[in-house]
């Protein structure tokens, strides 16, 4: 078996390519019940087929995550098939390469939207559902290493997965009383299509198959953080307890190769 996750209905959005149809693939022979979504309707069906080959249920929704309504929408579908939400898995996000000296403030606001509005519209419906369960649930968000330090030319993408970090952050102490969990999952580079394209440096890149591994591990153990891999994580850790001046050094080091 490749998780003990089993049994259980999990939504995950941002579900059509990458990480998230990885992690589909990953729970899929164990029995569970899966919602998946994304905009691209075509590419989420094939992932959907997938995974009822592999032995667990699926509806899969085509939907935009930047549109509030459609969210609900999505998940009051899947509870009225499968009963519940157990698991939800918020994964939709893109940090695009961004020069700071070349982007213009819509971009920014884009990347917000991108990365900050598509976890809100799920949040707030999802701690909504969960609330009312007698088991609560887990809402976890596919962050990034970049989430906890501002990355050159990644600067508006860092602000956005921080400011999602924070809002989860607050989440989990406040509504651990009613049964709601929080995991914030934060990967370093993932061997993706859209970032292979990206023409960025990527240390220490690891698989999206080795990444769902680690993503589904952090949903069966529900710590409030999770970072992957070792080597990024501790370049990261390193670089944040550093003084400004050595650390921007570093950095700026690192961006030029
Ligand atoms: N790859 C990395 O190196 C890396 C590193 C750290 C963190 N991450 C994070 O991991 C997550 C997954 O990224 P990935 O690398 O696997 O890239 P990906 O293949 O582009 O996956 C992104 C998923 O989100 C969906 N999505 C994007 N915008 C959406 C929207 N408005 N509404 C609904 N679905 C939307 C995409 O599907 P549609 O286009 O069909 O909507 C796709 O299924 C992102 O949050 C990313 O920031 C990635």
Redesign the pocket.
């Known amino acids: 078996m490749t998780t003990t996750i089993t049994g259980r209905t999990v939504l995950i959005?941002?579900?059509?390519?990458?990480?998230?149809?990885a992690v589909a693939r990953r729970l899929a022979p164990a029995g569970n019940r899966l919602v998946l979504?994304?905009?691209?309707a075509p590419?989420?069906a094939a992932v959907a087929q997938e995974v009822r080959a592999a032995g667990s249920a699926c509806l899969d929704i085509a939907?935009?995550?930047?549109d509030p309504e459609a969210a609900a929408g999505v998940v009051a579908t899947a509870v009225a098939e499968f009963g519940s939400v157990d698991i939800a898995l918020l994964?939709?996000?893109?940090?695009p390469d961004m020069a700071m000296d070349r982007v213009s403030t819509a971009d920014v606001s884009r990347i917000m939207a991108?990365?900050y509005d598509?976890v809100v519209n799920y949040l707030v419906p999802l701690i909504r559902q969960l609330g009312e369960q007698p088991d609560g649930g887990l809402i976890a968000h596919?962050?990034?290493?970049?989430g906890l330090m501002g990355i050159p030319r990644q600067g508006p993408?860092s602000a956005a997965?921080a400011a999602v970090r924070t809002l989860i952050d607050a989440a989990r102490v406040e509504l651990a009383p009613r049964g709601i969990r929080f995991t914030s999952i934060?990967?370093?580079?993932?061997?993706?299509?859209?970032?292979d394209a990206d023409g960025l440096p990527?240390p220490f890149?690891v698989s999206?198959e080795r990444a769902a591994q680690y993503v589904v591990r952090a949903l069966e153990r529900e710590p409030a953080q999770a970072c992957f891999p070792w080597q990024t994580t501790a370049l990261v850790r390193t670089l944040r307890a550093l003084p400004a001046p050595v650390s921007d050094r570093v950095l700026r080091l690192l961006a030029a190769r």
Request: aromatic residues 4%.
């Open positions: 959005v941002g579900a059509s390519s990458g990480i998230g149809a979504t994304a905009r691209r590419e989420l939907a935009d995550a930047l994964n939709a996000g893109q940090g991108l990365n598509v596919t962050n990034s290493l970049a993408y997965k934060h990967p370093g580079f993932v061997g993706t299509e859209r970032v990527k890149q999206q």
